[in-house]
Each structure stands twice: as structure tokens, then as C-alpha cells.
């Protein structure tokens, strides 16, 4: 799997980012507040994890932020340690 790319779909009504690999679910939630993307759970199925689908979901909704001049509030854990590990997005850290 790891060689093919992962279809992140952004879910405005859901407020997420979504993709379904092997009939599972996966998602980075958001919410919206005063120009912030508050991302506040990313959840993959335990048979998924380690296969790069957070990484993927996060990255997606990163660049969505950056693309739309929002900023973010890492209320996830993922989402923050990602931040931390990749300082390539510390601009949009709200």
C-alpha cells in the first residue's frame, strides 16, 4: 500500500478530511474557528496503522490550510506531534 497514493477527500459538511481503504473509514476532523482549522481527531482503523493514512489525511488538510491562508490549532495529538516533527509547516501553527 505504501506505494500507492492515498485518495484524501475533504468532507466540508463533515467538517473532515476522509479516505476508505479496504472498506474502513478514516478521518482528520476539523472544526472552523475565526480563520483557524482546529483539527481536533484523526482516527485510522487499527489494520491500517502504520501505512502512512494519518500522515496522509494531516498532510491533506495542511495544505487545504495553507491553500485557503488559514491557520491551525493542533488540538490532536497526531496533529501536533506531526507539526513538531515536520517544521516545514510551523507557519500555519495558530
Known amino acids: 500500500m505504501s506505494d500507492t497514493p492515498i485518495d484524501v477527500r475533504h468532507n466540508a459538511r463533515a467538517q473532515r478530511f476522509e479516505t476508505t481503504i479496504d472498506g474502513h473509514l478514516n478521518v482528520a476532523d476539523y472544526v472552523m ?7 481536533n481527531h484523526t482516527e485510522v482503523h487499527p489494520s491500517l496503522q502504520g501505512r502512512g493514512v494519518a500522515r496522509a489525511l494531516v498532510e491533506t488538510a ?7 491562508g488559514l491557520r491551525v490549532d493542533p488540538a490532536c495529538a497526531y496533529v501536533r506531534g506531526y507539526l513538531q516533527r515536520h517544521p516545514e509547516w510551523a507557519a500555519l501553527h495558530a
Open 62 to 68: 495542511l495544505a487545504f490550510a495553507r491553500d485557503e
Open 33 to 39: 474557528n475565526n480563520g483557524t482549522l482546529v483539527m
